[in-house]
């Protein structure tokens, strides 16, 4: 079964406006979570490696002042998108290792109108 | 991480066993394996890893070649719901980074 969840599964929201993705870890503690962003017909891009209790830390590229991180628990990680555009339409996917393997949620899919 | 080389794309018929290949000609000796399917509009799933020995799970089975350079990730009766995009990633078991996937081959299963 899934080890990992996403929520929303999908988001439409308007221009400007934020959106929050919250990961959740199922029955096991991750004290570091991935997001990766997605765009149609390409393969996922990793944006930002969630760490419990710390900064994010973001890849080249990824505006941290848009793609908010929070990770407040050893379960949970939240990506808000702030001020979302039409460019940011895309599908966004955490990640999370149970022993040594990553489990990936099963993704949220954002349309910024 | 080593970098895989896959086929862009697959067809398989169904019932039929998939063999997809993949190339890492220059696979560390702490590398492992690991395969990963998207379907359509979902997250990547874990089907499968291994350092050197053949492994077999309920999913698939997975050959790596005894130089290590090369594996096949071997589907035996495939289905329409296999049809996915199939990524073949190396990298070291320790430490939790995340994983870089390439382009992946694209099986269709054909009814």
């Known amino acids: 079964g899934a080890v990992v969840s996403q929520h929303p599964s999908w988001v439409i929201c308007k221009s400007g406006t934020s959106v929050k993705i919250e990961c959740r870890s199922l029955?096991?503690?991750?004290?570091?979570m991935f997001w990766y962003r997605q765009f149609p017909k390409q393969s996922l891009m990793l944006m930002a490696t969630?760490?419990?209790?710390?900064?994010?830390?973001?890849e080249q590229g990824v505006e941290k002042d848009k793609f908010l991180i929070n990770h407040a628990s050893l379960t949970l990680s939240t990506l808000t998108v702030t001020s979302a555009h039409p460019e940011d339409s895309s599908f966004y996917i955490c990640?999370?290792?149970?022993?040594?393997?990553?489990?990936f949620g099963p993704g949220t899919r954002l349309t910024v109108l | 991480d080593a970098k895989t080389t896959q086929p862009p794309s697959m067809d398989c018929a169904e019932g039929r066993a998939a063999n997809l290949p993949c190339n890492h000609s220059?696979?560390?000796?702490?590398?492992?394996v690991y395969w990963y399917r998207q379907i359509h509009s979902q997250g990547p799933q874990y089907i499968i890893h291994g350092l050197k020995n053949n492994e077999t799970n309920e999913m698939a089975s997975l050959i790596i070649t005894e130089d290590r350079k090369s594996s096949t990730l071997i589907l035996p009766h495939a289905t329409l719901r296999d049809t996915a995009v199939y990524y073949c990633?190396?990298?070291?078991?320790?430490?939790?980074?995340?994983?870089?996937f390439g382009s992946g081959t694209r099986l269709q299963v054909q009814p």
């Open positions: 990633i190396v990298r070291v078991n320790t430490g939790r980074r995340a994983l870089t």
């Open positions: 990640s999370a290792y149970m022993a040594d393997t990553q489990y």
């Open positions: 969630s760490n419990e209790g710390s900064k994010a830390t973001y």
């Open positions: 029955d096991f503690q991750a004290t570091t």
């Open positions: 220059t696979i560390s000796g702490n590398e492992y």
